[in-house]
Nanobody, 124 residues
Framework: QVQLVESGGGLVQAGGSLRLSCAAS????????MAWFRQAPGKEREFVAA????????AYADSVKGRFTISRDNNKNTVYLQMNSLKPEDTAVYYC?????????????????WGQGTQVTVSS
């Protein structure tokens, strides 16, 4: 089992940047596919980005494509989400998720392990 801890959230003005980190416990991080999801107040959780356990394959929601980049460092047991050109509609709690598979995909139900979330607020 893996434990996930997100960090890096905060308040930023529209057009600014943030980098989220998700640190995983354990020595088998490289066996997990990882993803980021987000949930805004009153809305359902939605997919943001995913990365394969090797890091070679990534996928993004259309709403963030070209602005966000997911990456991972298997030596540091960490996955990142670089967020640029932030918009007020990016405001949400961001969660990282993990599953012991090569590729987890875009559906939250495919991931068993979740962090506690980190708040991102983008002011206009």
């Amino acid at each position: 089992q893996v434990q996930l801890v997100e960090s890096g959230g905060g308040l930023v003005q529209a057009g600014g940047s943030l980098r989220l980190s998700c640190a995983a416990s354990g020595r088998t991080f490289s066996t997990y596919a990882m993803a980021w999801f987000r949930q805004a107040p009153g809305k359902e959780r939605e997919f943001v980005a995913a990365i394969s356990r090797s890091g070679f394959t990534t996928a993004y929601a259309d709403s963030v494509k070209g602005r966000f980049t997911i990456s991972r460092d298997n030596n540091k047991n960490t996955v990142y989400l670089q967020m640029n050109s932030l918009k007020p509609e990016d405001t949400a709690v961001y969660y990282c998720a993990a599953e012991t598979t090569t590729w987890g995909g875009r559906l939250g139900k495919e991931y068993r392990y979740w962090g506690q979330g980190t708040q991102v607020t983008v002011s206009s």
